[in-house]
């Protein structure tokens, strides 16, 4: 999967823009301004009820185009001291990406990272939108034998997967729990834990918080959910290595386990949920008011696809994470 993604040469965010209706698939700071503007408030509103201490970091995981913060930055000049206390830094390793990004953000002071380390001891407000859905899954299959490490093997010809000759001994690491049935699949992001731990920990000394957006689950471990998607429909994830988005459903119950080691977690909650709460009707319907009637019909039918149960309303969910003495974000009631 990393090396599907992320190869400097070969991987497919290195070499492209996959986004839009021309691309292979299009995010919700795509389909709605809004959805980035609300993240924006939400996140001074934290910020100001921790004290609006300053300079703090803001920071994006995996940004895409910049669209979404683009319309973070956009709705949080309404916020006194925000912008000017905020230092911007993005964590991409795409460099198409990177550059696209600069086009988006032109006028801002943004610093770009490869990964999260050495941040300056300040508050830090973390943004990941479809990011931890893109990290590395090990998946492990169940067999009269133990649990085997589902590996991708080649034969000169073909991809394939193939199991590990050994079982692995790393049980404790998987669900459902060894007792589950021959031929069981079990998923784990160490990535992603790694990445979370590392923002809560920050989060817990220094302050700040994280709103982490994404598809996944919460209930029980869902067995094998690596996906590919090829202009805007599923492909099979070992077909076109490098040419095809390959994701995971992301496992919430895993992440909020992990950041509550550290620090206070409200969520998951679903996005439409999350949203409506936070005002994206009313804020649409400001919108619309200025509008032609092009636009208000494009700025409706957006909001109906973040928040709609049957569109991307209940499949992807909101989690935040805030310091123990914070007070409680909005949105998760
Ligand atoms: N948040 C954006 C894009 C989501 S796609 C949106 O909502 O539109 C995933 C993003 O994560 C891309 O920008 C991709 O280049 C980046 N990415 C994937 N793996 C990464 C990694 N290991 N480190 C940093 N960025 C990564």
Redesign the pocket.
Known sequence: M?EA??HPEHGY??KQD??GTAGDFT????ISQVFGELIGLFCADVWQRQGASRPFSLV??????G??MADVLRAVKIVPGFTEAAQIRL????PA?RARQQETLAGYAVEWR??LDALPPAPAFFI????F????AHQFERTDAGWRERLVGFDGEHLQFVLAPSATPAVQLLRPSPVAAVGDVAEIQP?AISILRHMSEHIAQYGGGALV?DYGYTGAAKGDTLQAVKNHSYHGVLSDPGDA?LTVHVDFNTLRETAGEFASVDGPVDQGSFFKQLGLHERTEILCKKATAEQAAHLRSGAHRLTAPDQMGTLFKVMSVTPHNSPHPHGFA
């Open positions: 990393t993604l992320s965010y290195m996959p986004f995010t919700a700071p795509e994006e995981f995996g940004p895409g185009r669209t979404l964590v991409e390793t795409s990406l490869n990964s990941a939108n479809e990011f859905d893109a990290l590395p990535a957006v988005d």
